[in-house]
Every structure is written in C-alpha cells, then in structure tokens.
C-alpha cells in the first residue's frame, strides 16, 4: 500500500494523507491531519442517558474525552473489545474525541483525482459524511469526512449546532 | 510592533483602572474635617500616573483632564486649599469621567468629549476660586523660608520612600537635579518648607533611606540623592519605616497562564496518586525506600498544590471596594442617611468568583438601601436611630464563604410577597415557615409594582440573583424579620476549581458528591422506607424525602436498587432535600473538576468529571440538577 502511495506521491501535484483504519470488513480512510494519536481501547466512564454507541469517557492526560463506537453508530462489524482493539484520538475543532475501530493498517496519500464520487448507498455511512472513494491495493478505502461527522448532530458530540459545510 | 504596543496599553489601562479604583477608595475615606496629607498624596500620585501613562501614549484626553484634577490636588495636598466635602464631590464626578473616557480608549469608541469639557471647566473654576485662599497661605509659610526654592527631583519612581532628611537639607542647597525620570515626582516648595519646620529640630537625626542606608549622605552628593527617587511626604518622621517597596512584590501574571498551571498541578496530583498506588506493591528494602521517597513527593505535591490554588485567591475586598461609593450615591439620591460596615473583606476568594459577585452583591446593597433602610424620619419614628447601617461581611466557613448583605431596615414585608405570590397564581398560605416566604422573591417576575423605583425593586431581578449565584455553585439564603432588617447570606464555594466530594459507590463506577450539599448518610432501615405509589419516599428526621436511587438515574448495570440493602446520602440544593442511593460510601476528599463541556457536552444531573488517584474519570453529581430531574420525571426513570 505504501508503494502505491509513493507512486501516487510522485504523480500528484496536490495530495493529502490519510490514515485508513479497519471497520467490520471495510477500509476507511480519514484526514491524517485530524488525528492526535492511536491508543489501546482502555475501560471507560460511562455516560447516563447517552446513546449506546458514546461507549463513555476517559481521562487523557487531564482531558475528559467522549470515546465514540462507530462500528456500533453504523452497524458494521462486532462491537467487541479486547487488547487489539485500537482508538484513534481525533482533534476535530479543538475538540478531542476518541473513535473505535478494529485495526488501524496504514498511511495512505491521495491527491484530488484518485478520489471518485462517494456512491449515493451502499456504505454504512450516510454519503454526506464522505469524501469519496478510492482504490488503493485492489481495496476500496472510504474517504470519511471526519470532521463533519464528528460535528454532526446525528453524533450529538457537540451542543451547539457547528455542523461543518461539506466539501 | 503594533502587537507591542498593545500590549503595554493593557498594562496601563489595567494599572490606571487600578490607580482610579485607588483614588475613588481614599476619596471616600477622606475625613474632610481633617484630611490626611498622606492620602491627598497617595490621591494625587495616582493621577499623576495616569497623567504620565497618557501623555505616553498619547490619550490627549485622558491627559488634559488628569492634568487639571493634579493641579487641584496639589493645591489640595499643599494646604493652600481647604478639601470641602463639595471639592470631594467634584474629584469623584471627574473620576467618572475619567473611567468613561479609559473605557473609550480601551474599547476604541468615540470619547465622551463633552464631559471632559464640563469637568476640565468645573476643575478650573475650582481651582480659580480657591487661588486667592492659597496665595496668602503659601506667603505665610514663604516669609520664614524665602531661602527655600522648588528642589524637583526626577527618580527612577520604584521606591516610595520618605526621605525627609534630603527635604529638610535641601533648604540651603536647593537645586534642581535632573534624574534618569520615567516619573516624575514632584516635590514642591511648601512641602518642603512644611518638612523642614517640623523637622527643623529633629532633622540632623538620621533619617534612613531604607534599603539605602549606607548611601545616606548629606544632599552635596547631588548624584546619590538623584538616584534614589524621592516623594514628597508631609510627616516624615511618623511614616518612615514604611520603606518596603509595594511595586515589587507583586507582579502581573495573565490568568491563563495560573489556569494551565492549576490544570497542570492537577495532573500532578494524579500521577502522584497513580506512582504510590504503584509503590505500595513493591516489596522489600527497595520498597521502603521507595515508599519514603513517596511520600516525600505526596508532601511536595500538595505543598505546589496548595500555593498554586492561593495564587487565584484574591481578597473579596476587590468586590467589596466598589459599595462605599455605591452607598454613598444612592442614599444621597434617595435622601436616606446610610452607614457602610464592611467586615472580613480580607477574607479570600477564588479570582473568577468575585468577578461573578459583582451584579448580584450590587443589586442586593442597593436593594437594601432602596427598600431596606427607611428614610431618616420613619427611622427616628420607629426609634431607630437616624443613620441606617448595612453590614457587608465576609467569612470562611469549612469551605465555604459566606457572604452576607445585612441591614437594619424595615425587613421583608410579609403580607405584601404572599400578596403578590397570590396573585401570580403560586400556592401559598399565611402559615408558611418564613424561610419559605422569603424564598418566593426569587421567583421570576415576582415584582411587586408598588415598590418599583428606578433605583431597584425588591423582586425585580431576584431571579436573575440567584441564578447568578447558582451558576457560580453559591446558594442564598434570607433571614428577615419585620421592623428590624433583614440578611441576605450567600454561601460560596472557596474555588470553582477544586471541590471536597463524597466518593460513593454505584456498580462499577464511582461518584462525587458535593459536600456542600450532604446532610448526612446512614443505612436505612425497613421501617423508613415508604412506598408512596410506584415511588418510594423515606421517613426521616421527622419529614418525607424524595428517593434517588442513582443506580437508575444514571443507568449504571448492577447497582444496589434496594434501599435497604444500600446507603442513603441525604441532599440539600436550593431547590430541594432528597436522599439519593448509592451502594456504599468509599471516602472524602478534595478533586478537581474538569469540564465535561469541553469534548463532549453537559449532562443532565452531572455538574462536571474527575480524575481519581487511579486515573480513571468519576462523575461530579450535581445537587440542583437531580433535584430539577426528579421532578420532571417523577415515575420512569426516577423514583421519587
């Protein structure tokens, strides 16, 4: 994966890096740029009265952070948590938000013509929530628009209504 | 550069609202029968400052006015003009001014040009009308000393020491000595006549420089003298220990950087409870040892805690200062005769809070004034004496601060609140336990028309006091009893930061509860339950109470649902006593509170998350919240 990246390094003019990580059976990829980092699943503080995929919150290093479950928001996968369940800390608006997911595999770089339009079904996740498609390494890798997502009142992370203009 | 600039501004605005703030205290507390010269010094130093600062930057403005109020001062501080009560009047009217045209400047907006004018031209009328007073009293002091001439000496101005020796000196070598000068503090004739006649005796005594001492030589050594900056000091011989240099013992620290640190020492303490928590497993020799070096680290720890807490601890003087000033216009205007008591101003408060006190303490003193105190015939009527008292005091409390508004006024008028609570449509009856009665003011838009004046009403805006203070985690309190006055109490947490909590179990996870609001806990027994429909109540201390059980009410898997089989914390918020459930009490103790808000969003009966010694997150509860909740959803979720 990480030839092709190269490859698609040296024939792009403008290009971004994503992150792809393991949901279920499916690959997605979000904004690199996004992420604070990528820790072990670690046992949480539940939250009353929130929705069953806001698994609760945890302590990182000072900050109260709300620890997301996607595969559980969009119904992909199993909901299992063990050792090599991996969280992926994400820094979206000064906002610190941990989402779970089944592995994290690699660094991928894209630049704007390797992303095809998201199809309008067929993905777990809603298409306003995606940047696009792309193939990398004969796998289908979901661009997501984390930060949409994240701000998103269907998420409600957040109180107020600062849901992010796609695009 | 531009940056720079605006940087120092901050500085001088911040230090002339504190020079203004100066200024209005001591012209209160000036005794016009007898002023003090020390303080018309101290007055007139700071418009000096304020004068300096502007021309610096150049707020013309700000200048021009300053520049007449010194000379009036000067005049003042010399003697050559009597300080009546209306100059006082005057001087306060152009702070005013002063304060809208640095607020001007600060914000940037249009200058109030207008009052300026008004207030340079009523400072020069003073001025003019006073001269002819000050010519013959400053001849009376000249025709002894005509030696003497203007010794102006331009310092460093960091040290306000009182040199009356170089005063009483300077009357044979007066000179004019230049110095290094940011400031300029000037030293005039008749002060230095008025020193030298007084110390005319006793001035080859030593008259140390402080810190200077050995430098201490005769006014010859015109270099010496002009590096140590003077101050014109009218009773040198009383004051002049006073050497201890105010400037440097403090400094200016933004607040943020004190709120990272706060945050900081909060990891701190964690990471220090999570290290022992380790240390108590290794065994052996190295174990011991290693357990000193703990506990050596835990003393430190709470050492850098502590301190760094104190550093956003601030008098609640810097709230009560402002209310001389406020009852001294108000009982003016309503024609009332009102003695301001102010107690344990000394006592400290978290920095945040007193900035938060501010609206609701004005609006309850001039509530007090307004309705509270009577006017000075009903007063004497009543056989009071003529001048009403309203007591502002401060204390600490465990840790809590209690604020209380007291005066010895008219008191609450029963009748006329349950009127009025009628009216709006509440259920009341006469028989109410005051308490109650007097909560009722609190209720939104419970005004009682006839009292509105456009000063205050009492009930206009209670509301809006007790949200206030609930929103800073304070509740209020009324005693009151008819003819005799009435007492506002606001209780206040010592922080906002650090909370002393009740750890309780429930399942798996664990709790804080604010001590603040716990009553008691206790076990409770079969008989004190009572089932009141689907909703189980406790009988207790001679009265029902609503039952939480937390177990449901923040849906945690396997806690205790059983009351008898749990403990029973009984609660008191403002708005309401309950008990709460929870499976067993783990401790007391002091934690920080950390915003849910910031990552993720508030919740409804959770003020806020901590970290406990082993690292993991534990939920505030918040009193007046679950109280709120429990009402709402009186049979799901709750059982109430």
């Not at chain 1, 290009?15 to 997605?28: A, C, I, R």
């Not at chain 2, 650090?498 to 664990?510: A, F, H, P, R, Y």
């Not at chain 2, 001679?542 to 609660?571: A, C, H, N, R």
Request: with cysteine.
């Amino acid at each position: 994966m990480s030839e092709a990246a190269l490859q698609q390094a040296v024939s792009a003019s403008k290009e971004n890096e994503f992150l792809s990580f393991v949901l279920g059976e499916e690959h997605y990829a979000l904004d690199i740029t996004t992420v604070k980092e990528i820790r072990g699943y670690e046992q949480v503080t539940k939250i009353a009265n929130a929705p069953s995929f806001i698994k609760g919150v945890i302590n990182l290093r000072g900050d109260i952070v709300p620890i997301v479950d996607l595969r559980i928001k969009f119904n992909v996968g199993e909901a299992t948590y063990n050792d090599f369940t991996i969280v992926i800390m994400l820094n979206v608006h000064d906002r610190i938000v941990g989402i779970v997911v089944d592995g994290v595999s690699d660094v991928i770089r894209l630049s704007e013509e390797d992303m095809l339009p998201p199809p309008e079904f067929g993905v777990a996740f809603d298409s306003k929530y995606l940047h696009g498609l792309a193939d990398v390494e004969e796998h289908m890798v979901i661009l997501v628009n984390i930060e949409s997502l994240i701000t998103s009142n269907e998420l409600g992370l957040v109180e107020t209504k600062t849901q992010v203009v796609e695009g | 550069m531009t940056i720079d600039v605006n940087q120092f501004h901050g500085v001088f605005f911040d230090e002339s609202d504190e020079h203004l703030q100066d200024m209005e205290q001591l012209l209160m507390t000036l005794d016009v029968d007898a002023p003090d010269p020390e303080e018309l010094n101290s007055i007139f130093r700071a418009a000096h400052s304020i004068k300096g600062g502007s021309g610096i930057f150049g707020f013309d403005a700000l200048m021009n006015l300053t520049h007449v109020m010194e000379n009036l001062l000067d005049k003042a501080r010399n003697q050559e003009i009597q300080v009546t009560s209306d100059i006082v009047d005057i001087f306060l009217q152009t702070l005013d001014v002063l304060k809208d045209t640095l607020s001007a400047y600060k914000e940037q907006t249009e200058l109030p040009q207008e009052q300026i004018d008004a207030s340079i031209k009523v400072l020069e009328e003073t001025l003019a009308s006073a001269s002819g007073q000050s010519v013959q009293e400053a001849q009376g002091s000249c025709e002894q000393h005509a030696e003497d001439e203007v010794n102006e000496i331009e310092g460093f101005g960091f040290f306000d020491e009182d040199e009356s020796e170089a005063q009483a000196q300077s009357e044979n070598s007066a000179g004019d000595i230049e110095g290094f000068g940011l400031f300029d503090d000037e030293a005039t004739s008749s002060d230095a006549q008025a020193d030298a006649e007084t110390n005319r005796d006793t001035s080859k005594v030593d008259e140390g420089f402080g810190f200077f001492e050995p430098e201490n030589l005769p006014v010859k050594t015109e270099v010496t003298q002009s590096a140590i900056p003077k101050q014109p000091i009218v009773k040198p011989v009383k004051t002049k220990p006073k050497a201890a240099t105010k400037e440097a013992a403090s400094i200016r620290v933004d607040t943020t950087k004190i709120d990272a640190m706060v945050n900081l020492v909060g990891e701190l303490v964690i990471t220090q409870s999570m290290l022992s928590n380790v240390g108590q497993e290794v065994e052996g020799q190295v174990g011991e040892r290693l357990q000193l070096a703990i506990d050596e680290l835990q003393r430190n720890t709470r050492e850098i805690q502590e301190s760094v807490m104190s550093m956003r601890m601030l008098p609640v003087n810097m709230t009560f200062n402002r209310f001389p000033r406020v009852v001294r216009d108000l009982s003016s205007k309503l024609g009332k005769k009102v003695d301001l008591v102010i107690q344990g101003g000394n006592t400290e408060i978290d920095k945040s809070l007193i900035e938060k006190l501010v609206d609701p303490l004005t609006h309850l003193v001039r509530n007090s004034i307004d309705h509270g105190i009577e006017s000075p015939e009903k007063r004497l009527e009543a056989g009071k004496s003529e001048n009403g008292t309203v007591i502002l005091s401060a204390e600490q409390k465990g840790s809590s601060i209690i604020i209380g508004i007291i005066d010895d006024g008219a008191g609450l008028n029963k009748a006329r609140i349950l009127e009025k609570a009628t009216q709006n449509g509440l259920a009341v009856t006469p028989d109410m336990p005051d308490s109650e009665i007097w909560q009722l003011i609190f209720q939104a838009g419970f005004s009682t028309a006839a009292e509105v004046t456009d000063v205050s009403g009492r009930g206009v805006g209670m509301d809006v006091v007790r949200r206030n203070i609930e929103s800073i985690g304070g509740r209020i309190e009324i005693e009151s009893s008819q003819g005799e006055g009435s007492a506002f109490y606001i209780h206040l947490p010592l922080t906002l930061a650090i909370v002393d909590g009740m750890c309780v179990s429930v399942g798996d996870q664990i709790f804080v509860i604010p001590l603040l609001n716990v009553i008691e806990s206790f076990q409770p027994t079969a008989s004190q339950v009572k089932t009141l429909g689907n909703d189980k109540v406790l009988w207790i201390r001679d009265q029902y109470w609503p039952l939480v059980s937390l177990t449901q009410l923040m849906q945690v898997d396997d806690g205790i649902t059983e009351p008898t089989k749990g403990i029973v914390v009984l609660l008191e918020s403002s708005k309401k006593r309950y008990g709460v459930l929870v499976d067993s009490l783990v401790g007391q103790q002091q934690v920080v509170i950390k915003s849910l808000e910031q990552h993720y969003k508030k919740v409804a009966g959770i003020a806020g998350a901590t970290i406990m010694g082993d690292g993991k997150v534990a939920m505030i509860l918040d009193a007046d919240s679950v109280a709120a909740n429990c009402t709402t959803i009186p049979n799901e979720e709750v059982s109430l």
